[in-house]
């Protein structure tokens, strides 16, 4: 019987460096970089969906759970835009940083130290973030199983992560950490990058429909995230339950 998608490894991984969160130059400067097409992703798509008027705060009233929620760097930027959010994520000093920023920032999110197969909760939630998420689990399948009963039907789920390919390989592990330097070495393992189709099929068998997928490029030039034809690195998904 499983009964845990937690990757003790990858927690500690990530605790370690926990306190670096908030600092935009700092381990986590790539996320920061990411964020702003994250966040205009998520937020496009669910107005899109939904119906929901372009206002300054479009997601008003509607309950987002953000897994993996980290130190809240998609968690603030959804309660700033009117959203009702709740974050879990497995490392406790992921979410102490998350829970002291929020309060300095007066931003009503509710954070827990927990994993999606055993967080109980009697709600079900219009939207789930699982971005940057799927390739440090310990069982991608159960995960997203897990997840998929979190979501209201018609809910709408959103997958980020990095296809399994060479190029990715190249792209996103020799060159991101051991070249350029951007991550620490070894915070991604090539054998748990997820293939698209194998993401799709998965989220199939709990119901959830692929609604959209698009690739992401970082532009050096630019200094900055671009969205792109070509989903062999990054990618990010749109999901919506049946």
Known sequence: MKNSTINKEEIEKFSKIAEEWWNPEGKFKPLHKFNPIRISYIRDNIINSLNLKKTERP????????????????SEPMSRLGADVVGIDASDKNIKIAKLHAQKNNLNIKYFCNSPENFKTELKFDVILNMEIVEHVKDVDFFLKSCSKLLKNNGIMFVATINKTLKSYIFAIIGAEYILRWLPIGTHEWEKFVK???LINILKKYNLKLS??????????????????????NYITKFIKD
Do not use: T, Y
Request: glycine share 12%; with cysteine.
């Open 196 to 198: 698209p189709d194998d």
């Open 212 to 233: 959209a997928i698009d690739g992401l490029k970082f532009d050096i030039l630019k200094n900055e995230w671009n969205f792109n034809e070509d989903k062999s690195v």
């Open 59 to 74: 997601l008003e009233k509607l309950k987002i759970l953000d897994i993996g929620c980290g130190g809240g760097l998609l």
